[in-house]
């Protein structure tokens, strides 16, 4: 069984940064993509950032994701990040990490809570 466990996220006011940290169990990225998804209280799960297991990225088409949002992992494919820069108060959320090997998540990690104040 493989596990994700995110961390880096908190309370920030708007405007600063954060980087969300998902550490693996096993070098899952390697054969896997990866993908971040936010829950905003009350709304639906969304998946804003993705990254292939050859390093592709896309991410949420939407003026409020688009270059603000980085997705990367790193060489031993055991952890993927989430850099998110000039917060607002509309990426307030559960941000959770997932890994797949086709379209769906096969893995899921618990979530890290992002709280931006304005």
């Known amino acids: 069984q493989v596990h994700l466990v995110e961390s880096g996220g908190g309370f920030v006011q708007a405007g600063g940064s954060l980087r969300l940290s998902c550490t693996a169990s096993?070098?899952?990225?390697?054969?896997?993509?990866g993908a971040w998804y936010r829950q905003a209280p009350g709304k639906e799960r969304e998946r804003v950032a993705h990254?292939?297991?050859?390093?592709?990225?896309?991410?949420k088409q939407s003026p409020s994701v688009d270059g603000r949002f980085t997705i990367s992992k790193d060489n031993a494919m055991k952890t993927l990040y989430l850099q998110i820069d000039n917060l607002e108060p509309d990426d307030t959320g559960t941000y959770y990490c997932a890994a797949a090997s086709t379209g769906t998540p096969d893995y899921w990690g618990q979530g890290t809570q992002v709280t931006v104040s304005s």
């Open positions: 990254i292939t297991w050859i390093g592709a990225v896309h991410y």
């Open positions: 096993v070098n899952i990225f390697r054969t896997h993509s």
